[in-house]
Structures are given as structure tokens and as C-alpha cells.
């Protein structure tokens, strides 16, 4: 019997934790007819449901998709991308920052183009017709839209329609590792996403008041969402340097890409560290003891060591690193060429956790 549940996910509105949890696999299903996401072309395939005239043979279907506040969303999505070539490539011009990714026409309105089976990043505009056609076929269908940020009640909503059954626990997924809160961002920043954004502003503010409508008197389910940030370390390790989310000096990263590579590969497949909670201390630990050696007792060398705080959370002592680095290499009173000397990776001075202290591996 073919599954009449189809799921539309909208890129960063939680689509990989609803799509992992309702197949109960632990990352997405391959895209396809019931899980409609990106192609292997960065191109939406969902467009045919979203083209009125297709209104007709979609009815047979149970069909839901989450929505998230285009400040928040957009904000995710570039500090998501912003590391990850296969996505930035496709911009005709690569942003500099935040606001010129806003500022970039090929990032505006890209729920409206997504749903409209567009490429991402797409030259296309979108249109008050292109939300036009998203409205009547969300109404026709119909199409159940859930709101990111009522996350346990459209997840209970999407139950009630389809029939899911969810786990009480859930994993949240592709957590990403630093962006800033809603709280943290401009006010002009803000209004500069809203004013770009209309059209996605639009369809969000008409689903969200329909859902609250829908939802009244529903009961909610109970459900523990199992958000940890280490779950997502090594994964990410494994493609990308992990500066690379948190260091905007890209030429550092590149005169130690072989150190960084190798750091990495020695604690994954030579010390065999699966949590990334250790994995992160001992990659702080390993490169901080590195730094140290290789310019010792030099000005960056001696700021790093003071800062660092072995007993801090781990993640938030690599963001510290990093932007010390940043601002240092910025200075141009300091000695900041000095320190685009590569650094060559030596086990022996890679640091481990053994009974609660840091030593070298090789010396313990």
C-alpha cells in the first residue's frame, strides 16, 4: 500500500528531526515522492504541489510542512551555509557577512521559491502569484502547516492528521554549532530581513494564525527533545575543519590545513574518540599545548594561555580561541605575521584526558 503521508521540508525549520523521527532512522530518507526536500541539483521537488493546477490529484494525500519565522530561519540557514561551498558556490557573489547574504536577491524570499520546486539561491523572483498559488493550494488540498516555533504542538498537530505516532524522545538535529540569538541581532539587521522577506513574512503570519485556530482544544503530546550540541561535533569534523564555523580568518586556516586534518583524523581513528564533548577538550587541549611549543612565550602564544580555561565548557572555549585569534591577526601594530608559520602536527604533543588531567599520550 503506497504511503499517503507526504512531507514537505522546508530547508532549517527542524525538517531532519521530523523526517528522522517519523521513519524512526537516525538521519533524513532519501528524497523522494512522500519526503519532499532538496534534489541532488540543490533544486526543490516540490513544486508540482504547490502548482494549482496538480491541486486535484493531491487531495488522496495527508500532506504537512513546517514554517519558521524568516528572521530566525534566515539567520540559521546562513550560519549553516556559510561554511559549506556546495551551498555558497551557487550565490553569484559570495557575502562577506550577515548583512550582505540578506542583501543578496538570491536569498530573498527563499521559502516562496522552495515551495514553487525552485533551485536554491535561485536568480528567480518571487511573486505575490507564487503566493498566491502556495495559499490556495494550502487551503485546497489541504496542506497541515506546522509553526517551528510551537515545535511539540505542531508535531501533536501533525499526529492528529496523519495518524504518526512519535516517540517521547526525540533527537534534535543539525544543531547549529554558533549563531546568534534573536535577542543578539540589530534591530536594522532585523527590519532589513522583514523588508526583504515580505513574501515569506506573508505566507508565515497566514499559517500562523490559521494553526492557532486549528489547534484549540488539541491535546498536546508530551515529547523530551534531546538537544546536545556534542552529538554534532564529530560529523561536522569529519567534512570540515572545526575552526571553520567560528574563525573568520580564513588565511590562518588554510596555512594549517594538513595540521588541523591531521589533528583531526589522529583523535577520530587513531584515538578512537566518539564523544564530542572529549573529543572537543582534547582537540582545545591538543592545539592550545601546539600553539604553545611552536611560538613559545610570543605575545598570541601567552594571551591564549590566559584565556583558556580548561574547565569551561569546551565549545564555548574553542568560539574564545578563535576569536582571539581573529582579533589579533586583525591588530596592524602587532606581530601578526609571524604566526602564518604552518604548524606541524606531532602526536607526541597531542593532549588526552586520563583520570581527570590532560597529558600527552605519548608521555603519560
Request: hydrophobic share 35%; proline share 3%; with cysteine.
Amino acid at each position: 500500500m503506497k504511503n499517503k503521508n507526504i512531507f514537505i521540508h522546508i530547508p532549517k525549520t527542524g525538517g531532519t528531526t521530523i523526517n528522522s523521527a517519523m521513519n524512526n532512522t537516525y538521519w533524513q530518507t532519501e528524497v523522494g515522492f512522500n519526503y519532499r526536500h532538496i534534489l541532488s541539483n540543490k533544486r526543490s521537488n516540490s513544486g508540482d504541489i504547490f502548482d494549482t493546477r496538480e491541486n486535484e490529484k493531491y487531495k488522496e494525500y495527508t500532506i504537512f510542512t513546517m514554517l519558521r519565522h524568516p528572521v530566525d530561519r534566515i539567520t540559521s540557514e546562513y550560519h549553516f551555509i556559510r561554511e559549506r561551498k556546495e551551498f555558497t558556490t551557487l550565490l553569484k557573489s559570495h557575502p562577506k557577512n550577515f548583512e550582505s547574504y540578506i542583501k543578496s536577491a538570491q536569498t530573498n524570499n527563499g521559502v516562496i521559491s522552495f515551495l514553487k520546486g525552485r533551485r536554491m539561491f535561485t536568480s528567480h523572483k518571487a511573486n505575490n502569484n507564487d503566493l498566491d498559488d502556495i495559499i490556495e493550494s494550502i487551503n485546497t488540498i489541504p496542506i497541515h502547516v506546522g509553526i517551528f516555533e510551537l515545535f511539540s504542538e505542531s508535531l501533536s498537530y501533525f499526529s492528529s492528521v496523519s495518524g504518526i505516532k512519535w516517540k517521547k524522545n526525540i533527537e534534535v538535529k543539525r544543531m547549529t554549532l554558533k549563531r546568534p540569538q534573536l535577542n543578539e541581532i540589530p534591530n536594522e539587521i532585523i527590519e532589513l530581513i522583514r523588508e526583504r522577506n515580505k513574501l515569506d513574512l506573508k505566507l508565515y503570519d497566514y499559517c500562523l494564525k490559521h494553526f492557532k485556530e486549528k489547534v484549540v482544544g488539541l491535546n498536546k503530546q508530551n515529547i523530551n527533545f534531546i538537544k546536545d550540541k556534542y552529538n554534532h561535533v564529530i560529523p561536522y569534523c569529519l567534512k570540515w575543519c572545526f575552526f571553520e564555523f567560528c574563525l573568520e580568518n580564513k588565511k590562518f586556516l588554510k596555512v594549517n590545513f594538513e595540521y588541523f586534518k591531521n589533528l583531526t583524523f589522529f583523535l577520530i581513528k587513531e584515538k578512537k574518540i566518539i564523544n564530542g564533548k572529549t573529543y572537543t577538550m582534547t582537540w582545545n587541549n591538543s592545539f592550545i599545548n601546539q600553539f604553545n611549543l611552536s611560538f613559545k612565550e610570543s605575545s598570541l602564544s601567552l594571551k591564549l594561555s590566559r584565556s583558556f580555561n580548561k574547565n569551561g565548557d569546551p565549545l564555548n572555549e574553542l568560539i574564545k580561541i578563535a576569536e582571539l585569534i581573529d582579533s589579533y591577526l586583525q591588530d596592524p601594530n602587532g606581530d601578526r605575521t609571524n604566526y602564518y608559520k604552518p604548524l606541524k602536527f606531532d602526536p607526541n604533543n597531542v593532549l588526552v584526558e586520563k583520570k581527570g588531567f590532560f597529558r600527552s599520550i605519548f608521555r603519560i
